[in-house]
């Protein structure tokens, strides 16, 4: 084979006018997404090699470099991967195999910004280096052919590119980029590393670059012939649970979440099936300021095979679980993919579902466990972040009734910590319902006339002070066959826990009053729909409640505090 000149399919030529002439914000992704195709070629090679060991060569180690040379305005990628053969370069380099570069264009039209971060997306990242770069030349031989069966491919960016045999003893692939002339400043370590430790630093193959050195003579920066490893080269959550510490753990969670505490629990998964990922997910101590803003993205992080794709992906949690950090690496979407697609993505749905799941199970595991010390960092929890786990009772009915499990109140038995359950199991004989009462403070819900008749007979009522509260209500009805009621609403119905005696007694007195009640109507016709003899008082003459299936006292105050 000599020198030949191939054109490009039209496609691509499409793609690469709008790459030359229009990406100008986020340029150093082509960094991203050229050391991210270096690693796939890594992941490619220890995948064949499986069956065939001898493509190891004689460098079993897998790395990448990034290297640079400022006369020649050159910045080089260079991989021991698998490589490509002549065939595979024209093919790989010279069209584009998945459709969808009419949507790549029509998104780019639209696009104000001309975001360079979409390139990746439509699976067209190697063209990004002619964002920085007017001449790209790959050099590359395919893993266990010889030396010889090597392969120069070259183009401008515009309409052709051209192959031609090469001697290339080492496998793999070397991309070099002819930078621009405006682009030198990407011929730098300190630029190239930030880069390189923004996107690739959890990649879990090493990417080695030329240590610099001073010179004193020549007063600046010069590089050695000693290669470095600039990035951590370990993607911690790839690793195996066993072989990682407490300790790694923590230190990882306070790199991502920037907190100086250490977080109140975490999990660690690797998760197979018709959807794969890897979730390691992190439940912080104290609330963030901005935990009331629901608006506020999620903090976690995307990758897709250890390359990172964006922060606070918020389809990867719902938003009553904004407060969990950590990272979900996923094997199977899209590098790059946008924000809009996550929203539709299937796979996104299945991993937010899995880590939902696993967010409840640690929460359950800390509140439903023997361990006082569990408990107690269960209660720590619901004090900073109760009331946003609060939400998830509208917001997630599938798991509506694991996180009515988790929820904890202040009642007349206890002011903290009680849950559900707990109510249950101390219900009165005979006592059909779950109890509350709703009011702006724990000390007005305590001090109410309504409960009156509940202390003395002592039934346990549920005392709710949080805004939330009526909300949650609106979608909670029951619990464990259980209704929730209202002290405050209509005649309190005490069922069988009302004895015959007390029952007649009531009628009785209703009878006796029936003139009375008459009088009062009257006057107050206009504020009270109805005047009733009670048997929910004890002390206090009389009190107002609310219809039943009537928004409550308390829910009408907030609307109107709000203004509706
Ligand atoms: P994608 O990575 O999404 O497939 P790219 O435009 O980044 O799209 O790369 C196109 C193709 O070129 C890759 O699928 C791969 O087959 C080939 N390729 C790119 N870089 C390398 C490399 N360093 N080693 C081997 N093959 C490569
Ligand atoms: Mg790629």
Not at 105 to 122: P, S, V, W, Y
Not at 367 to 391: I, P, Q, T
Not at 453 to 470: A, N, P, T
Not at 478 to 496: I, N, R, T
Request: aromatic content about 8%.
């Amino acid at each position: 084979m000599s020198k030949q000149t191939h054109s490009f399919q039209a496609e691509v030529k499409q793609i690469l006018h709008l790459v030359t002439h229009s990406l100008y914000s986020n340029k150093e992704i082509f960094l991203r997404e050229l050391v991210s195709n270096a690693s796939d070629a890594c992941d490619k090679l220890r995948f064949e090699a499986l069956d065939n060991a001898g493509l190891y060569e004689d460098a079993p180690q897998l790395e990448i470099r990034v290297l640079f040379d400022k006369e020649a305005r050159t910045l080089t990628i260079r991989d021991n991967g698998i490589g490509m053969s002549a065939e595979e370069a024209a093919s790989h380099l010279g069209t584009i195999a998945r459709s969808g570069t009419r949507e790549f264009m029509a998104k780019l039209e639209g696009e104000q910004r001309k975001d360079a971060n979409l390139i990746g997306q439509f699976g067209v990242g190697f063209y990004s280096g002619f964002i920085v770069a007017d001449r790209m030349t790959v050099e590359t031989r395919r893993a266990g052919l010889p030396a010889e069966a090597g392969v120069r491919w070259s183009s401008e960016g515009t309409g052709e590119y051209e192959l031609e045999p090469l001697t290339k003893a080492g496998r793999g692939t070397d991309v070099i980029l002819h930078l621009r002339e405006e682009e030198a400043e990407f011929l730098s370590t300190w630029k190239l590393k930030s880069i390189i430790s923004k996107y690739s630093d959890h990649l879990s193959l090493p990417v080695l670059m030329r240590r610099e050195t001073w010179d004193a003579e020549k007063s600046e920066q010069v590089l050695t012939e000693e290669w470095e490893t600039v990035n951590k080269a370990a993607a911690i959550w790839a690793r195996s649970k066993s072989d990682i510490t407490d300790a790694e753990y923590q230190d990882f969670y306070k790199q991502i979440s920037y907190d100086q505490e250490a977080p109140l629990a975490y999990t660690h998964n690797r998760v197979e099936g018709r959807s794969e990922y890897t979730q390691l997910l992190y439940i912080p101590k104290k609330a963030p300021y901005d935990l009331w803003n629901r608006d506020k993205r999620g903090g976690v992080k995307l990758y897709v095979k250890r390359v990172f794709i964006m922060d606070d992906a918020e389809a990867l949690m719902p938003t009553y679980l904004r407060f969990v950090k950590g990272v979900i690496d996923s094997a199977d979407l899209p590098l790059n993919v946008s924000r809009e697609l996550l929203q539709e993505s299937r796979d996104v749905k299945a991993i937010r579902e899995g880590s939902t799941k696993r967010v409840l199970s640690m929460l359950e595991g800390l509140a439903h466990s023997d361990d006082a010390a569990d408990k107690d960092k269960y209660l720590a929890f619901w004090r900073e972040f109760g009331a946003v786990l609060k939400e998830g009772l509208g917001e997630d009915h599938a798991n509506q009734e694991r996180l009515a499990k988790l929820l904890r109140f202040a009642s007349t038995h206890a002011d903290e910590g009680v849950g559900l359950a707990d109510y249950v199991g101390r219900m009165k004989e005979g006592q059909e319902a779950i109890y509350y009462i709703t009011a702006d403070t724990l000390a007005a819900a305590k001090s109410s006339p309504q409960l009156e008749v509940f202390r003395k007979k002592g039934i346990e009522v549920l005392l709710l002070s949080d805004r939330v509260d009526e909300w949650m209500l609106s979608h909670l009805y029951e619990f464990d066959g259980h209704s929730l009621q209202s002290v405050a609403k209509g005649s309190v119905d005490l069922g069988k826990l009302q004895d015959e005696e007390e029952k007649q007694k009531a009628e009785a007195a209703a009878e006796a009053f029936k003139p009375v009640l008459e009088r009062l109507k009257t006057v107050l016709q206009a504020r009270a729909k109805d005047v009733r003899v009670t048997s929910r008082l004890v002390d206090s003459p009389a009190c107002l409640v609310v219809e039943d299936g009537a928004m409550s006292a308390h829910l009408a105050r907030l609307l109107k505090q709000a203004g509706q």
